[in-house]
T-cell receptor, first 114, second 113 residues
Framework: EPEVTQTPSHQVTQMGQEVILRCVPISNHLYFYWYRQILGQKVEFLVSFYNNEISEKSEIFDDQFSVERPDGSNFTLKIRSTKLEDSAMYFC????????????FGDGTRLSIL | GQQLNQSPQSMFIQEGEDVSMNCTSSSIFNTWLWYKQDPGEGPVLLIALYKAGELTSNGRLTAQFGITRKDSFLNISASIPSDVGIYFCAGQRVGNTGNQFYFGTGTSLTVIP
């Protein structure tokens, strides 16, 4: 069964550095998402992306964050000038373009900011 | 932001017992979903519900979409040790832009053999 893949599985970065998290959504899906989950807490929506542009974003997704679909398969989340509180699991998800189809999640990237 | 209240927060049950958890919201959703998350992994979809009143089963799991569209429950019958994990509900509103999901606060399930 096709799945969403994320790399790396664990990223350790110094505070203040930029980090790029990568996702390969399921190939025929049209909507893409990033979520964050701080350890022990619920999954929080960051941003949704459709037709090569951001369709919605949460208050968490400030100017520090950006997303990009640089080619036909990858979907990236960039965090500029990382802060300690950015440490979390980051999940990518995708869903087809029709109807109420649910999102399918990747296994996440654990981001540790030192 | 949108708040989905999920209860109970945690459950400790004996193997073989049935489990029930629910999710409520102050807002209406078009779709309710239930996910299970194992440690270090992403949420995995268990059941998706698309119509108010809908009752759907997936093996030992049964979920219902509340009539008011503001709530949903998940039941697990005859629990087994591999049911251990965190269960999240999620609500979705469908729009032209593929709206965001809102996740519940999670129910941590521990099954004692």
């Amino acid at each position: 069964e096709p799945e969403v893949t994320q790399t790396p599985s664990h990223q350790v970065t110094q505070m203040g550095q930029e980090v790029i998290l990568r996702c390969v959504p399921i190939s025929n899906h049209l909507y893409f998402y990033w979520y964050r989950q701080i350890l022990g807490q619920k999954v929080e929506f960051l941003v949704s992306f459709y037709n090569n542009e951001i369709s919605e974003k949460s208050e968490i997704f400030d100017d520090q964050f950006s997303v990009e679909r640089p080619d036909g398969s990858n979907f990236t989340l960039k965090i500029r000038s990382t802060k300690l509180e950015d440490s979390a699991m980051y999940f990518c998800a995708s869903r087809p373009g029709t109807g109420n189809q649910p999102q399918h999640f990747g296994d996440g990237t654990r981001l540790s900011i030192l | 932001g949108q708040q989905l209240n999920q209860s109970p927060q945690s459950m400790f049950i004996q193997e073989g017992e049935d489990v029930s958890m629910n999710c409520t919201s102050s807002s209406i959703f078009n779709t309710w979903l239930w996910y299970k998350q194992d440690p270090g992994e992403g949420p995995v979809l268990l059941i998706a519900l698309y119509k108010a009143g809908e009752l759907t089963s997936n093996g030992r799991l049964t979920a219902q979409f509340g009539i008011t569209r503001k709530d949903s429950f998940l039941n697990i019958s005859a629990s087994i040790p591999s049911d251990v994990g965190i269960y999240f509900c999620a609500g979705q509103r469908v729009g032209n832009t593929g709206n965001q999901f809102y996740f519940g606060t999670g129910t941590s399930l521990t099954v004692i053999p």
